[in-house]
């Protein structure tokens, strides 16, 4: 506190006490007969250093000047802030509807800037993120945009690119992994060039990462973790580097760990990197598993990049017959990693913005209505001089309590809501970032209350300072809410959240009625009580000769043999093997039929490949003839079941059965059955044409199967003993992917999950402030008209009709709002056609139903100022004023 | 002439005499002089205008309530108060005092 003028004071204080004492002492030596000369001389000595006496007691003042000015404005914080409590009190259930109301508001917008965050915001763990690109292949003639190239490319474009400083690539595939006193584990893996880290501009957190030599398989098989399976299936030991573990059977010494989030750039997921192990020479121009990235050079500009690479791919079709059609496509990796979603979270962040906004505005407008009803106590505050600041704190405190308690309330439902959105969530997303509530979400959580706190605290007191103090006091009925024009904003505002209500409900009718249609189509295929897992079984130790297929005594004993100690076990009913679960579309084959001839309009069959306990399983009827038997082995001839759809379209005259259909060129194979349809092409579309063969009699030879257990109880629980058994018979297999069939339906149904989830939070926080905004629109208007409501009451006025006017006008705002937002409503619904299932965009029920939640809803919100305005004593009300 | 003594080696029991001789009531600077000069016989005479700081700093530290108010000869003056603080205290240094002194008389052979 430097205040020259206060200084002054204290000042001049200390100068008046000391020359007090120095004419008092003069005059007592005069009286003692002393000179006035002398008496001043002597009371001078006797006194002492003046000067400095002076300027010790100066500084002494200040001080103590300064510790009562620090402890009164202590006090007055202490009575402004139990002044605020009390009047948070006094209001309660308005206090609670508004720390409700911004609660949630402030949770959905945290939990939602935390996946933005996650997601969007926070910069790729690389360096120079910016410059890091994908180099694709692509397909002219199939007309795709991004393929991964063949190794031969690579290396081409590798040599002759000149517009990059690096470039390097990866290629994904899995192995199990098999170490002493742990269970074999199922790793997804990448084959990498030893450039990777280089182009990524990281370091290994340990040891190092992959050498040239060991590119071009110079040197020996080695392994670099990434930090995600190091931590999670080594323990995070410090000691991992030189340990030699197994993968498919070989061994791999470990070399090196990277640093987090060093596999975003390979889809996430990644758990291992491992050499190329290939020499230009040896590169092959297919298949196509090489994903090449690059970083471009300082200087140079992402379209010449893609002119140059552009031509390079022109020369090598030319040199190279087999990369006809094929081209060249450079597209930054964060585009590619985050351009999907980077709309949709936008989009979701700008809505939740726009009820935060909404919120924002009628919580003010709940204070305002409440300053302005005691608006003449605020005038007379500010006549005996409270001052700007002291009302601006009084407010202040008042509404940083209640969006500090809304803050709070905040945090535990971003919780909450992020774990459920992190469930919907697919996987790749989160590859790029895991959101949490970490210290930047808590960060804005905690602007967020500030903002709104300051924001509703200063916006009465801003209003409270323009009074008109003459009027206020004059008048005896302070009105300073903005007049006209304010209450026609207030009342447009409630409109306006109305229509966004009834907008936002109509479309959460039309999902939620979407998901309960999708939930009890008929599937064809059970899930309950359902697990399942897959494995895939390795060529050394299945082996698979196509010269004497199926005659492939190592897999189909495997599988005899896995089913049979499967269905041993007490809690299981019944498994199956099979190369597709329900939920898995599979691949396609052209058939022939018998006696017809080639005909290319029939179009292809989906095929299923099943063990005979899979029908039963799945619980698909046997419409006509019979399933698989155990006798339908390799030396029975072969067997196929096909589906009623597939029957009617091949055999609309019902000779189904007995026909027989070829495929793979493996001769022709009689049908033994037909049976109920299934819809594996996803629950929305129709059961495609199908046929089943039995892995008894036809294995597979890409190896990956997956185990369908039926179990007595809770499906999980049976994991463990399920995997124990499938170990008994191969000890050396890795299982993966344990799951039940209703988390994997579930996971189908993400996005209609997610987006009815967001609809239906959005439209109840809509329904909510479209309430606030009548309740209060109607409490002011109450307020305000309290003196004449009082006389007309005292002068025999029906308190019912005066109910009933307030009624109308609440109802009315919300109608008219109604009204534009079902208009709207149904002409954007048409943008969700794509999501809806089994119920059209313009559904009646969805906006009836819609628009009598609203109506309820604001019947409910005005009744309350309707009752409180027909229960105003009149002697009270004149006494208000 | 009483001798003078320097009030520096005296700090501490200057504080203690000044607020002994404003416990029965408010008085300004010059009269808490003359008291503390009174009643100690005239031993004590202190340099009368380091009574001032002293002053001061007991009314920063609580210990004084300090006013404007009209002297005996109707001019302004600044009196001074014992606060609660203040008396509570100036009860505890005087217990003190009394017993240190005593424990002093007593080692020096000196009867009370």
């Avoid at chain 1, 601006?392 to 809304?406: M, V, W």
């Avoid at chain 1, 297999?733 to 069939?741: G, W």
């Amino acid at each position: 506190m430097n205040d020259p003028r206060a200084h002054d004071r204290l000042d001049d204080e200390v100068e008046d006490e000391l020359r007090f004492h120095l004419e008092g002492s003069v005059r007592e030596l005069l009286e003692e007969g002393w000179s006035e000369d002398e008496a001043r001389r002597e009371a001078a000595r006797r006194f002492g250093d003046f000067d400095r006496i002076r300027a010790d007691c100066r500084g002494v003042r200040r001080e103590t000047d300064l510790r009562q000015r620090r402890r009164g404005g202590m006090e007055a914080l202490r009575n402004d802030v139990g002044l605020a409590i009390r009047e948070v009190w006094r209001n309660r259930s308005l206090s609670l509807l508004v720390v409700l109301t911004l609660g949630l508001g402030i949770g959905f917008a945290t939990a939602l800037f935390s996946v933005v965050d996650g997601v969007l915001l926070r910069p790729l763990a690389y360096e120079a993120p910016e410059r890091l690109v994908y180099v694709w292949q692509n397909d002219r003639a199939t007309g795709t945009l991004r393929e991964a190239a063949g190794t031969a490319d690579f290396y081409d474009f590798r040599e002759r690119a000149r517009s990059f400083s690096a470039m390097s690539m990866f290629g994904r595939w899995n192995a199990s992994l098999l170490r002493d006193d742990a269970d074999p584990e199922d790793l997804d893996l990448v084959v990498a060039h030893h450039d990777l880290t280089g182009v990524l501009g990281i370091e290994p957190a340990l040891g190092r990462f992959l050498t040239a030599a060991e590119t071009e398989g110079r040197g020996g098989r080695v392994l670099v973790l990434t930090d995600d399976s190091w931590r999670r299936s080594f323990g995070a030991d410090p000691n991992v580097i030189g340990q030699v573990v197994l993968l498919n059977g070989e061994p791999f010494d470990i070399v090196g760990v990277l640093p987090p989030g060093a596999d975003a750039v390979m889809g996430g997921g990644v758990d291992g990197v491992t050499p190329l192990v290939m020499t230009p020479a040896q590169a092959t121009r297919s298949p196509h598993y090489a994903t090449v990235v690059a970083r471009l050079r300082s200087g140079a500009a992402l379209e010449s990049a893609r002119g140059e690479m552009t031509g390079i791919a022109a020369q090598l079709e030319e040199e190279v017959p087999e990369n006809a059609n094929r081209g060249a496509f450079v597209e930054p990796v964060s585009d590619f990693l985050r351009g999907d979603v980077r709309g949709t979270l936008w989009a979701l962040m700008a809505a939740v913005g726009i009820l935060l906004v909404l919120a924002t505005l009628n919580v003010a407008n709940l204070f305002l209505a409440r300053a302005s009803a005691r608006s003449r106590e605020s005038a007379v505050h500010t006549a005996l001089g409270a001052g700007a600041l002291r009302t601006a704190r009084r407010n202040l405190s008042g509404t940083l309590i209640l969006t500090g308690a809304a803050g709070l309330l905040g945090i535990g439902v971003a919780a909450v809501s992020l774990k459920l959105i992190l469930q919907m969530v697919p996987r790749e997303l989160i590859a790029l970032g895991v959101p949490g509530l970490d210290g930047r979400v808590l960060g804005f959580a905690l602007a967020l209350v500030l903002g709104l706190g300051v924001a509703f605290g200063l916006a009465p007191t801003v209003v409270a300072l323009r009074l008109d103090l003459r009027s206020a006091l004059g008048q005896g009925r302070g009105d300073s809410s903005g007049g006209r024009f304010g209450s026609s904003l207030r009342r447009a505002l409630v409109s306006g959240q109305a229509g966004l209500a009834g907008l936002l409900l109509v479309g959460a009718v039309l999902l939620g009625t979407t998901l309960r249609n999708l939930h009890g189509v008929d599937r064809g295929f059970r899930t309950e009580s359902t697990l399942r897992m897959s494995f895939t079984l390795p060529e050394n130790r299945y082996p698979t000769d196509f010269s004497v297929y199926p005659n492939w005594p190592e897999r189909l004993d495997f599988q005899s043999e896995t089913l049979r100690r499967v269905e041993e076990l007490p809690g299981v009913e019944i498994a199956a093997l099979v190369v597709n679960h329900p939920l898995d579309p599979g691949f396609t084959n052209s058939i022939s039929i018998e006696g017809r001839g080639a005909d290319p309009e029939r179009g292809e069959l989906t095929t299923r490949m099943v063990t005979p306990g899979y029908f039963e399983l799945a619980g698909l009827r046997v419409v006509e003839g019979r399933a698989f038997e155990a006798a339908d082995g390799i030396d029975h001839p072969g067997a196929v079941v096909v589906n009623r759809t597939a029957a009617e379209r091949l055999f609309p005259d019902g000779s189904a059965i007995g026909s027989r259909i070829g495929f793979w060129g493996t001769g022709f194979r009689e049908i033994v059955g037909i049976v109920a349809d299934e819809r594996v092409h996803g629950l929305r579309e129709a059961a495609p044409p199908a046929f089943y063969t039995s892995l008894h009699q036809t294995p597979p030879a890409g190896g990956r199967l997956t185990l369908m257990v039926r179990t007595r109880g809770e499906p999980l629980q049976m994991a463990e003993p399920v995997r124990r058994a499938v170990w008994s018979v191969d000890p050396l297999l890795a299982i993966s992917d344990v799951a039940t069939m209703d988390a994997t339906l579930a996971t189908a149904l993400q996005r209609e999950r997610l987006a009815s989830l967001v609809l239906a939070v959005f439209s109840g926080m809509a329904l909510i402030l479209a309430a606030l905004g009548v309740y209060g629109v109607l409490s002011y208007a109450v307020a305000r008209r309290k003196r004449e409501f009082g006389i007309r009451l005292a002068l025999g006025a029906d308190g019912g009709r005066l109910r009933w006017g307030i009624l109308r006008h609440g109802v009315g705002l919300v109608a008219v709002g109604l009204a534009l937002g079902l208009g709207l409503a149904r002409l954007a619904a048409r943008g969700l056609d794509g999501l809806l299932f089994g119920v059209e965009a313009g559904s009646l029920p969805a906006y009836v139903g819609s628009a009598t939640t609203l109506l309820l809803v604001a019947l409910i919100a005005a009744s309350i100022p309707a009752w409180r305005a027909s229960r105003i004593a009149p002697a009270e009300s004149l006494r208000a004023d | 002439m009483t001798p003078r003594i320097d009030s520096s080696s005296l700090y501490g029991t200057l504080n203690l005499l000044v607020l002994k001789s404003v416990a029965s009531g408010p008085l300004h600077g010059l009269a808490i002089a003359r008291r503390i000069q009174a009643e100690s016989d005239e031993a004590l005479r202190v340099e009368e205008g380091a009574l001032y700081p002293a002053l001061h700093r007991l009314e920063r530290d609580g210990l004084l309530e300090a006013s404007w108010g009209t002297s005996e000869n109707n001019r302004r003056a600044r009196f001074y108060r014992l606060s609660a603080k203040g008396r509570s205290y100036l009860e505890r240094e005087v217990e003190r005092w009394i017993a240190h002194t005593g424990a002093v008389a007593r080692v020096l052979g000196i009867d009370g």
